[in-house]
């Protein structure tokens, strides 16, 4: 079921939180919304999800309104929120039992739900507790587990690997992939590496406004403009190597980056790679090339020159 975001726009006061803001996510793609604190990325997803009003814009959920749906969107999609309140008197099965009902889950169903929520989660150990007796970790899983118990056809998940050890967090990496190939997938966090292993897409968002759109692959190469190669050739004459490489036509800039080991750093002209010519270098002079690597920008390296003002 796709999500298509309308010129969403929400302000507290003075000050604008969601500024005007426009995107779509389709059904099969997972989404990693990314933004340093107070970008407006909780704001957001409360909106999607109903938990707050629109105040501008429109929020599409398979194509309808969610203005024209009183509220019965809200079945569709499944919220795990920022802090992930829950009831801590419950125990969890009860919790889960409330919830699936709540959200419409067929009686006949729900006890199988909940078994299969408390398996995918890794609830099992921990299932008899009351809530307020689980860890950090624990009540994530909790918080999870009762946004999937309907079967939701739109997951919004806000970071909803915070807590959990690193078993886990590659257990529900895996899950959120999987999920991600029927569902629509939209999920905020501020672990880069997170976005890499789970997300198809990205989306930066820096004080209320979408600075980024766009695969890792292709926000890489925005950033990146120009190839960027780190050499490492033997048997040759440093100066002799750096000299042939500055006169390859497709080389802007070649640097010796480590004298002893030979390791030179080539950038390429615009719209060029030179390792073909770098290859064929070699061969040429009988020099050995041990190394060639391509240097990427790291998702980290946009992410700040993006949201640093
Ligand atoms: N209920 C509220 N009243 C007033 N201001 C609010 C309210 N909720 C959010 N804001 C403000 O809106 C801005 C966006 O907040 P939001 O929680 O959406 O950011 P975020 O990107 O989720 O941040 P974080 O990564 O820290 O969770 C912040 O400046 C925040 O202080």
């Not at 802090?83 to 067929?106: K, R």
């Not at 050739?233 to 500055?246: A, K």
């Not at 010796?256 to 060029?272: K, P, R």
Request: a negative charge; hydrophobic letters at 35%; glycine letters at 8%.
């Amino acid at each position: 079921m796709d999500v298509q975001i309308e010129k969403l726009t929400k302000t507290y006061g003075p000050q604008t939180a969601v500024n005007n803001i426009s995107f779509d996510v389709k059904t099969g793609e997972v989404l990693g919304f990314l933004g340093p604190n107070g970008a407006g990325k909780s704001t957001t997803m409360k909106m999607i999800t109903g938990f707050i009003g629109i105040e501008k814009g429109d929020i599409r959920i398979g194509g309808k309104s969610v203005t024209d749906t009183n509220g019965d969107f809200k079945q569709h999609i499944g919220y795990l929120p920022e802090n992930n309140p829950l009831y801590l008197d419950m125990p969890i099965m009860d919790y889960l039992e409330f919830c699936a009902s709540l959200q419409g889950v067929e009686k006949a169903k729900i006890n199988s739900r909940i078994r299969e929520m408390i398996g995918v989660c890794g609830l099992d150990r921990e299932k008899h507790k009351k809530i307020g007796e689980l860890s950090k970790g624990y009540r994530q899983r909790v918080g999870l587990a009762q946004a999937m118990i309907h079967d939701p056809e739109i997951l919004v998940l806000d970071e909803p690997t915070t807590g959990l050890d690193p078993n886990q967090i590659i257990e529900i990496r895996k899950l959120i992939r999987d999920l991600g190939k029927e569902k629509t997938v939209i999920l905020s966090t501020h672990i880069l590496p997170e976005v890499e292993a789970t997300c198809d897409r990205i989306l930066i968002i820096n004080r209320g406004n979408i600075v980024a759109d766009g695969t890792p692959e292709t926000l890489r190469k925005q950033a990146q403009g120009n190839e960027v190669l780190k050499l490492q050739i033997e048997d040759g004459d440093t100066g002799n190597i750096l000299e042939s490489l500055n006169a390859l036509d497709t080389v802007a800039t070649a640097a010796i980056i480590g004298q002893e080991e030979n390791l030179f750093e080539v950038q390429s002209m615009a719209d060029t790679s030179s390792r073909r010519k770098i290859f064929d270098l070699c061969v040429e002079k009988k020099w050995v090339l041990t190394q060639l690597t391509p240097l990427e920008t790291k998702l980290e390296d946009i992410f700040r020159n993006l949201t640093l003002n």
